[in-house]
């Protein structure tokens, strides 16, 4: 066989790498599905280590599907005091970094709808779906993420860690004035207000098992009546009794 000179063996060489570069361009798809999932499932477990932060704890990531969407939506609490509204932006982030690219769908490779709801305490993470102190959320029609406060309960959890009163702490403090010498605490309340509205769900149900609208009147009715006793035992009308829960769904944690 004939020997190939050195240029002519450079030459050759040249070809091959030219030739092997269209060809990766021409076919991009070449690369098996089970090696692309298995670098998204570890670029996930990459991403999730690097964005844990230290001051709040997942309660719980539920996913859902259709063959149209799908979502997560992370549920998470602070084990941390924060300083401010900004320090709650950037746990809104990290929480999103973590599970916006995580797998395990059907029609997707990651979610397109991300939610996020950040809560002050375990309680209320666990007790209070509304009482979320921060949300986050990323649709797929959104460049970026939309981040919101509960300005309530922010400026409530602010407030008392600094010595400026806001109106709303004004307000707390009059409640709390008029509760002092009825010896009721304005959480206990709110605690009893929630145990009568449960009960009188409870024995509503058993009247009517069918639920309707029998059944939402006679629970309201029941709980009127409990709150009405429970005004008259701390004599406090049903107007402050409402406003002390307001306040209490803010500030009690």
């Known amino acids: 066989m004939r020997c190939l000179y050195p240029f002519q063996s450079l030459k050759l060489n040249l070809w091959l790498v030219l030739f092997s570069g269209a060809f990766l361009m021409f076919f991009p798809g070449c690369e098996s599905n089970g090696s692309k999932n298995t670098k998204s499932t570890a670029d996930t477990s990459i991403r999730s280590t690097q964005a844990k932060a230290a001051n709040y704890t997942v309660l719980k990531a539920d996913k859902s599907e259709t063959t149209g969407k799908a979502q997560i939506k992370i549920v998470a609490y602070l084990t941390k005091d924060f300083k401010d509204k900004s320090e709650l932006e950037k746990t809104l982030y990290h929480i999103y970094e973590a599970y916006r690219h995580v797998g395990g769908y059907i029609y997707f490779d990651e979610p397109i709808v991300v939610g996020v709801y950040l809560f002050e305490t375990q309680k209320l993470a666990e007790t209070d779906p509304t009482a979320w102190l921060g949300m986050l959320e990323k649709g797929p029609l959104h460049s970026n993420p939309d981040v919101s406060f509960n300005r309530l309960r922010l400026n409530a959890s602010l407030g008392l860690k600094d010595n400026i009163l806001s109106e709303d702490e004004i307000e707390l403090a009059k409640i709390k004035k008029l509760l ?37 009147d006679y629970s309201d009715k029941l709980m009127r009546q409990e709150v009405k006793k429970l005004g008259r035992k701390y004599k406090l009308t049903s107007d402050e009794i409402e406003q002390a829960c307001f306040f209490a769904s803010t500030y009690c944690k």
């Open 180 to 216: 002092l010498p009825r010896g009721i605490d304005m959480c206990d309340l709110n605690q009893t207000v929630n145990d009568i509205e449960l009960n009188s769900i409870h024995a509503a149900d058993q009247l009517y098992p069918d639920y309707g609208l029998e059944h939402n």
